[in-house]
């Protein structure tokens, strides 16, 4: 089973539309999440970090459920540039600077 | 500020062949730098962590005499690929770190990547 699992999409989806995204983790003991962005061909860019308290920036939204292990993304307002592959990325809780990548789930924006 | 170069963006060499790829940062001395590998719609896999001044710290499955790290100095890492195989062709991003042994990920900041092609 793989540590970081993500439905590899693609979801295609017209602009002003909302999605959202999951991703599943093994590893209870994993200690810090984040949502990287990777366009194509490009290095991956971190987007925003997740919090068990929930958290927004601008029309992204995190959530961490820690229960059942998983994180979710929604991006509300989709934009054409909001198409990419997102990376849902976590540590474990014995190497803090260890990223481990879910293999991302890409997202078309259509006019 | 916080910029990691890469160089090459892009090469093919031929089967058997060494290559060498650099890792810069430009505005900040990084003590860490991590190399990754990144197949054809595959997750990032990191290969191995780098601190300036000692020896890399290899991934389980990762051949430390295939894929030579150097970390000479606070801006400068370097992966050789010895003797490439068609299936080494890649995508090679590293990363870099201000702190010691990395921090959490939003501090580790991305190089554009190699893409390496054998023939």
């Known amino acids: 089973r793989k540590e970081v699992e993500q439905d590899p999409g693609p979801f295609n989806v017209p602009e002003g539309a909302t999605v959202a995204f999951n991703c599943t983790y093994s590893?209870?003991?994993?200690?810090?999440f984040f949502w990287y962005r990777q366009d194509c061909r490009k290095e991956p860019k971190l987007l925003m970090s997740v919090y068990s308290s929930g958290n927004e920036d601008g029309r992204f939204t995190a959530q961490l459920n820690r229960a059942s292990q998983y994180i979710s993304l929604l991006i509300r307002d989709s934009k054409l540039s909001d198409s990419a592959t997102y990376l849902c990325?976590?540590?474990?809780?014995?190497?803090?600077?260890?990223?481990?990548f879910g293999s991302g789930t890409r997202l078309l924006v259509r006019p | 500020g916080a910029v990691v170069s890469q160089h090459p963006s892009w090469v093919i060499c031929k089967s058997g062949t060494s290559v060498k790829i650099e890792c810069r940062s430009l505005d900040f001395q990084a003590t860490t730098m991590f190399w990754y590998r990144q197949f054809p719609k595959q997750s990032l896999m990191l290969m191995a962590t780098s601190n300036e001044g000692s020896k890399a710290t290899y991934e389980q499955g990762v051949e430390k005499d295939k894929f030579l790290i150097n970390h000479a100095s606070l801006t400068l890492s370097t992966l050789t690929v010895t003797s490439a195989h068609p299936e080494d062709s890649s995508f090679y991003i590293c990363?870099?770190?201000?702190?010691?042994?990395?921090?959490?990920?939003?501090?580790?900041?991305f190089g554009p990547g190699t893409r390496l092609t054998v023939t």
């Open positions: 990363s870099a770190s201000r702190s010691s042994s990395g921090s959490v990920g939003y501090e580790q900041y």
């Open positions: 590893n209870s003991a994993s200690q810090s």
């Open positions: 990325v976590v540590t474990p809780m014995d190497s803090s600077y260890k990223l481990i």
